[in-house]
């Protein structure tokens, strides 16, 4: 019989949660949620902000490669914005896009159940769809009005194209092109 602090089992054939996706998903998980508990969440997500509107010029800039363009248009806008979360093992989706505005649902989150209480890594959802939807098309408001981070079975985003009276009243983050409104 082993001692209680002796097994002779090898370390590598354990069972153990930990792979690289679960690792980056907890560390993130982890870091917004001591910066929310330090600085609070409004800063906590202006800190996150920076993080994905850099990664949403990057995303941006690949796909438009990709597709050889140098500007993506209002329908492909819509498909990156959907194309990329599916890369990332997120289940968005169009739920209505018009000239005005693109609405997506979403019934799981990338970060998985890592996102639930830290409202502030949704701010990566709204920078990168911000970016990209400014840098091409001008001007974005992305307004998070359902997300699962918050409690909600899943997410519900509205990316508004024009500075109209509907983007105007909405709760969200303005972006213009090569800027943001902080």
């Given at each position: 019989m082993n001692s209680p602090l002796e097994s002779k089992m090898p370390v590598?054939?354990?069972?153990?949660?930990?792979?690289?996706?679960?690792?980056?998903?907890?560390l993130i998980q982890e870091l917004a949620g001591t910066l929310q508990d330090v600085v609070g969440l409004e800063e906590a997500s202006g800190f996150i902000s920076v993080v994905g509107q850099n990664m949403g010029k990057q995303i941006d800039q690949d796909y438009k490669t990709a597709l050889k363009v140098s500007q993506l248009t209002p329908e492909q806008v819509a498909e990156v914005l959907v194309d990329l979360k599916k890369r990332i093992q997120g289940d968005f989706y169009i739920i209505e896009q018009t000239d005005d505005k693109i609405v997506l649902g979403n019934n799981a989150c990338p970060f998985g159940d890592k996102v639930i209480d830290r409202p502030a890594m949704c701010m990566m959802t709204s920078n990168v769809f911000g970016s990209i939807a400014a840098d091409n098309l001008g001007y974005?408001?992305?307004?998070?009005?359902?997300?699962?981070?918050m409690g909600a079975s899943g997410c519900r985003v509205v990316v508004y194209l024009q500075p109209n009276a509907e983007a105007e009243a909405s709760q969200g983050r303005?972006?213009?092109?090569?800027?943001?409104?902080w």
């Amino acid at each position: 019989m082993n001692s209680p602090l002796e097994s002779k089992m090898p370390v590598k054939n354990l069972t153990i949660p930990l792979e690289r996706d679960i690792f980056l998903r907890t560390l993130i998980q982890e870091l917004a949620g001591t910066l929310q508990d330090v600085v609070g969440l409004e800063e906590a997500s202006g800190f996150i902000s920076v993080v994905g509107q850099n990664m949403g010029k990057q995303i941006d800039q690949d796909y438009k490669t990709a597709l050889k363009v140098s500007q993506l248009t209002p329908e492909q806008v819509a498909e990156v914005l959907v194309d990329l979360k599916k890369r990332i093992q997120g289940d968005f989706y169009i739920i209505e896009q018009t000239d005005d505005k693109i609405v997506l649902g979403n019934n799981a989150c990338p970060f998985g159940d890592k996102v639930i209480d830290r409202p502030a890594m949704c701010m990566m959802t709204s920078n990168v769809f911000g970016s990209i939807a400014a840098d091409n098309l001008g001007y974005a408001k992305v307004e998070l009005k359902e997300t699962i981070a918050m409690g909600a079975s899943g997410c519900r985003v509205v990316v508004y194209l024009q500075p109209n009276a509907e983007a105007e009243a909405s709760q969200g983050r303005k972006y213009f092109k090569g800027e943001e409104d902080w």
